[in-house]
Structure formats: C-alpha cells, structure tokens
C-alpha cells in the first residue's frame, strides 16, 4: 500500500493478500495459484453464479487441489495437505474435498472482515480513536466488530435431534431450523446498547464463529490475522480514511459472506 500511494483499494492492496498468503502457508498451496482460487472462490459464494459456472468452479478448484495432493504423497513438506494425504484415514477425494473448504473459507471470510472492519471504524471515527488512544484494545475491538457485522447473513441451519421448546416455539424432532447470526449477536437481553459499536465492550459472548462442535475450524487463525492485520494496519497508516463517501463504498449484497466489494482509501495530506 505504502510503494502503491494513495488512493488505493484496502481489499485488494491488504484485506485479500493477508489471509491468503497465510492459508497458503499453512496448507501448503503455491501462492501464485491465487487468483485463480481466489476467482473460483468468488463463484461459490455468489449467490447469483449460475450452476454451470458453479461446477467449473468447482471442478477448477478441485484439479488444482488433487494435483497437489497427489504431489504432497510423493514428496511431503510441512503443511496441511501433507498431513492430510499422510495420515491414511482419507480418501484422496476426501482430502481434495477437505482442502477446498479450508483454502475457500480459509481465505475469503477472513479477507471480507478484515475490510469490512475497516469500513465499519471509519465510519465511527469515534471507536477508532479510541483503538488509536490504546492500542492493546485492539483485542476487544476485534471481538466486538465479530459480533457487530455478523458477515454470515445466510444461515447456520440445524436439524433437532428431539422435540424442544424454544421461546414458547415447538421444534419437533427431524424438524430444521436457519439460525438468524446477525440476530443472534444483536441480542437485547444477551447485550446491553446491541445496535451499538463498542470497541470497549467486556460482555460479548457473541456467535460469529457458530456454537459447540460447529464452532468454525478456523477462528483462533482469523482472530489472529484481524487482531495482527488491524493493529498494524492502524499503527503504519495514522490518518487512514475513507477516499469516497461512506454511501459510494460499494457493498456485496448477493454472496454468501457480507461484505464490501472493495474500500478506496487515502492517507498523506488532505
């Protein structure tokens, strides 16, 4: 961002690189096969991809994965995939199919609330001073905007393994039920002031990363790339702002993964 100059897009200049190089790491996925699962990632989680470019997404990302795969059993390295292929408890199909999920959600989800994040402090020029102010509350701050955009509008669903009572409501055994996240996290009698965004808040027992054993594989790597990626983010680019306004930001409504489509930003003299 800082060779580039300003303006720049935060999602493609910092909030897509940071999760990706990192997956890729730890998978062990060349880092220049990027844009081509980052493309095919795009597709699966439109909302509006037709099932033809669906399944070419698909069978894109799932030819670049069983390739390697197949590389990894002939000559494993220290990643993931090597592990997976090495254990002898999968199916290649299997590993392939594990891989796709890790790679795909790995990278995107974390990509969208980096920027996203971002987006949501510049809007309330207020928290972000406070993070500025206190560094270490960076930590809260994470959890809070966690809690507060709530990327996944789409689901969780879960099946009821027995007849329950929620809130007055029978849920009959066998019967599925679509969990509202947003919802959830912005419950009154679980969080004082919900609507509000509290980079200080103590209380937040939020359910951005799902509950019990489907709790996201995932979350401890994500907290660490937001905590790490904002901190230091905020530290190298004091006077970070908004390039556009706030309403000229423009926002992906048809994916799985809510989120901006990108966030032009500037820093230097005004």
Same mark, same amino acid.
């Given at each position: 961002m800082a060779a580039h100059g300003p303006p720049t897009d935060l999602v493609h200049a910092f909030a897509l690189p940071i999760p990706s190089i990192l997956?890729?790491?730890?998978?062990?996925?060349?880092?220049?096969?990027?844009?081509?699962?980052?493309?095919?990632?795009?597709?699966?989680?439109?909302?509006?991809?037709q099932p033809d470019r669906v399944n070419a997404a698909w069978s894109s990302l799932g030819g670049l994965l069983?390739?390697?795969?197949?590389?990894?059993?002939?000559?494993?390295?220290?990643d993931v995939i090597s592990e997976l292929v090495g254990g002898g408890d999968l199916t290649e199909q299997e590993v392939v199919m594990v891989a796709i999920v890790l790679l795909a959600a790995g990278h995107?989800?974390?990509?969208?609330?980096? =920027?996203? %994040?971002?987006?949501?402090?510049?809007?309330?020029?207020? /928290? +972000? #001073? $406070?993070?500025?102010?206190?560094?270490?509350?960076?930590?809260?701050?994470?959890?809070?905007?966690?809690r507060y955009l709530s990327i996944f509008?789409?689901?969780?669903?879960?099946?009821?393994?027995?007849?329950?009572?929620?809130?007055?409501?029978?849920?009959?055994r066998g019967d599925t039920v679509a969990i509202s996240l947003p919802a959830a996290n912005r419950d009154p009698s679980e969080f004082t002031n919900p609507d509000e965004l509290?980079?200080?808040?103590?209380?937040?027992?939020?359910? =951005?990363? %799902?509950?019990?054993?489907?709790?996201?594989?995932?979350? /401890? +790597? #994500? $907290?660490?790339?937001?905590?790490?990626?904002l901190g230091r983010l905020l530290r190298r680019f004091p006077d970070l702002r908004l390039a556009v306004p706030a309403e000229d930001v423009p926002v992906r409504g048809n994916i799985a993964v809510y989120g901006v489509q990108s966030l032009p930003v500037t820093w230097g003299q005004r």
């Open positions: 997956i890729c790491e730890l998978l062990g996925v060349p880092y220049a096969q990027r844009e081509r699962f980052q493309r095919d990632t795009a597709v699966l989680f439109d909302l509006d991809s069983s390739a390697l795969a197949r590389e990894k059993r002939l000559r494993p390295t220290d995107e989800t974390s990509a969208t609330m980096i =920027a996203h %994040g971002i987006f949501a402090l510049l809007r309330h020029p207020e /928290q +972000l #001073a $406070r993070i500025r102010a206190d560094p270490p509350l960076v930590d809260k701050a994470v959890e809070e905007l966690l509008h789409i689901g969780p669903a879960r099946s009821a393994l027995a007849d329950v009572l929620v809130a007055g409501q029978l849920v009959k509290d980079v200080g808040r103590d209380h937040n027992r939020h359910l =951005a990363f %799902g509950h019990g054993i489907h709790q996201c594989l995932g979350q /401890q +790597l #994500a $907290r660490v790339e937001l905590r790490v990626g």
